[in-house]
């Protein structure tokens, strides 16, 4: 049987650190507190890589916003809108980590005590920039946004909008509210429903609901980059950088 060490140098990635995602892999395949395998890589001069909850490593930043993952955390915060490593990966059953590590980044919800041992405390507060794109009419209604996007992705994958409206926290009114309000202002159908059971049953997106979904959110990842840059340029100089003359 593998020993800790050999375990941890086997599943070394490509710069020589030991992933997050790794670490608990080792963790369950060798039954090791996931705080023994963050003692063990720090006592062979092995860094941990990749948080998969966005706190550090080439995963930060990535992610997806979720309604489900928002109300699944909430519960967990204190006082200073903070979570524990391991409350905020209890969450993610049934969702998925990249949920969890996009509603932290979009709700600016800090994790402190990593299972790995990585860091207790934050020692100083991070800066992020938000950005919100929606579509409004001439009137100043709301069109299209992220939480409608959401609305119409989950009854495509759901096959239905009562389950999308539970997965949601709302009522099947509301959730079918978001669509007509969608439908009668883009002047388009976006969600078909059949009735009867099989795969004939149920409600699916249109061609033209999935436009766009698609285009809104290349919006949004476009934006996101341009403002991200823009915000490094003006709020994130070097300190010994002087001021534009």
Same mark, same amino acid.
């Given at each position: 049987m593998s020993s800790l060490k050999e375990f941890i140098q086997e599943y070394l990635n490509e710069d020589g650190k030991l992933d997050c995602k790794d670490a608990y892999k080792i963790s369950a395949k060798s039954k090791t507190p996931i705080g023994e395998v963050g003692q063990k890589a720090k006592d062979i001069g092995v860094r941990i890589a990749g948080c998969e909850l966005g706190q550090f490593g080439k995963l930060r930043g990535t992610g997806e916003y979720s309604e489900v993952a928002q109300s699944k955390l909430k519960p967990f915060? #204190?006082?200073?809108?903070? +979570?524990?490593?391991?409350?905020?990966?209890?969450?993610?059953?049934g969702i998925g980590l990249k949920k969890i590590r996009g509603t932290l980044k979009e709700k600016n919800i800090d994790v402190t005590y990593c299972e790995l041992g990585c860091f207790k405390e934050k020692k100083r507060?991070? /800066?992020? !920039?938000?950005?919100?794109?929606? +579509?409004?009419?001439?009137?100043?209604?709301? *069109?299209?946004?992220?939480? %409608?996007?959401?609305?119409?992705? /989950?009854?495509?994958?759901?096959?239905?909008?009562? %389950?999308?409206?539970?997965?949601?926290?709302?009522?099947?009114?509301?959730?079918?509210?978001?669509?007509? +309000? !969608?439908?009668?202002?883009? #002047?388009?159908? !976006?969600?078909?429903?059949?009735?009867?059971?099989?795969?004939?049953?149920?409600?699916?997106?249109?061609?033209?609901?999935?436009?766009? +979904?698609?285009?809104?959110?290349? !919006?949004?990842?476009?934006?996101?980059?341009?403002?991200?840059?823009?915000?490094?340029? *003006?709020? *994130?100089?070097?300190?010994?950088?002087?001021?534009?003359?």
């Open positions: 915060l #204190d006082d200073k809108n903070r +979570i524990t490593c391991k409350d905020a990966r209890g969450q993610a059953g507060s991070r /800066l992020y !920039l938000k950005t919100k794109t929606w +579509i409004e009419n001439e009137n100043g209604e709301l *069109l299209f946004g992220k939480g %409608k996007t959401e609305v119409l992705e /989950l009854i495509e994958s759901e096959g239905s909008i009562a %389950k999308a409206a539970e997965k949601l926290g709302m009522n099947y009114k509301k959730a079918w509210t978001h669509v007509k +309000i !969608l439908q009668k202002n883009l #002047d388009d159908v !976006l969600v078909e429903s059949h009735k009867g059971g099989g795969e004939q049953g149920g409600s699916r997106l249109t061609p033209k609901a999935n436009e766009f +979904i698609k285009s809104y959110k290349r !919006l949004q990842e476009e934006i996101e980059v341009y403002a991200n840059e823009r915000f490094k340029e *003006l709020f *994130l100089k070097p300190r010994n950088k002087r001021e534009f003359k």
